[in-house]
Nanobody
Framework: QVQLVESGGGLVQAGGSLRLSCAAS????????MGWFRQAPGKEREFVAA????????YYADSVKGRFTISRDNAKKTVYLQMNSLKLEDTAVYYC?????????????????WGQGTQVTVSS
């Protein structure tokens, strides 16, 4: 398993942008499928975006498509989530997760490694 540490959360006004980072340990990061999830108070954890471990193909939740971009830098062992045009409903704790298989996954139970989360708060 890899160890994951998220950063980059904070308070931003609606319409603004944030970039989240997730730094990973481990020698085989480049082959891992990575995902971003979020959890708002009183709600279940929900899928946001994922990137595969082979061809860097990506997949997004409909709610963030066109606004968020997931990417990875294998040399830095880091995955990013660029969030633009933020809305009040994007407020949540954001988690990154890793799956050692290369294909894209988007269900929480498919991920064995999780970070501690970073808070994103969007204000009006």
């Amino acid at each position: 398993q890899v160890q994951l540490v998220e950063s980059g959360g904070g308070l931003v006004q609606a319409g603004g942008s944030l970039r989240l980072s997730c730094a990973a340990s481990g020698r085989t990061f480049s082959s891992y499928s990575m995902g971003w999830f979020r959890q708002a108070p009183g709600k279940e954890r929900e899928f946001v975006a994922a990137i595969s471990g082979n061809d860097d193909s990506t997949y997004y939740a409909d709610s963030v498509k066109g606004r968020f971009t997931i990417s990875r830098d294998n040399a830095k062992k880091t995955v990013y989530l660029q969030m633009n045009s933020l809305k009040l409903e994007d407020t949540a704790v954001y988690y990154c997760a890793a799956n050692p298989r290369r294909s894209i996954y988007y269900i929480p139970r498919d991920f064995g490694s999780w970070g501690q989360g970073t808070q994103v708060t969007v204000s009006s």
